[in-house]
């Protein structure tokens, strides 16, 4: 049974930095694409970042790009998620999920590629 864990969220301050954390379980976890997912109060879930298996190809939404950076250690099974120069319009909940199918990257982050969904962290930034 597949497990995904996030873990980091809090209160920060604009201008602020935080890393998040996910680790996934009951998979062979370098074989898949992960991604982090927000989602903000009566908004849509909206894909923040992904990467590929290898973590050599990445993405990241346009509001994010530059401020935002992910990587994952395959030998600890975790993905993270650094995030600099918070702004307030950052705070949502985090999500990390888990591509469907070994090695598939699809090249940008879509919900429907992804299957297995941690339960989320709150992340909220003051201004």
Request: with cysteine; glycine share 14%; net charge neutral.
């Amino acid at each position: 049974q597949v497990q995904v864990v996030e873990s980091g969220g809090r209160v920060v301050q604009a201008g602020g930095s935080l890393r998040l954390s996910c680790t996934a379980s009951g998979l062979t976890f370098d074989r898949y694409t992960m991604g982090w997912f927000r989602q903000a109060p009566g908004q849509e879930r909206e894909g923040v970042s992904c990467t590929n298996w290898s973590g050599g190809l990445t993405d990241y939404s346009y509001s994010v790009e530059g401020r935002f950076t992910i990587s994952r250690d395959n030998a600890k099974n975790t993905l993270y998620l650094q995030m600099t120069n918070l702004k307030p319009e950052d705070s949502a909940r985090y999500y990390c999920a888990v591509g469907n199918d070994p090695y598939y990257f699809g090249g940008y982050c879509k919900t429907a590629d992804f299957g297995h969904w941690g339960q989320g962290t709150e992340v909220t930034v003051s201004s």
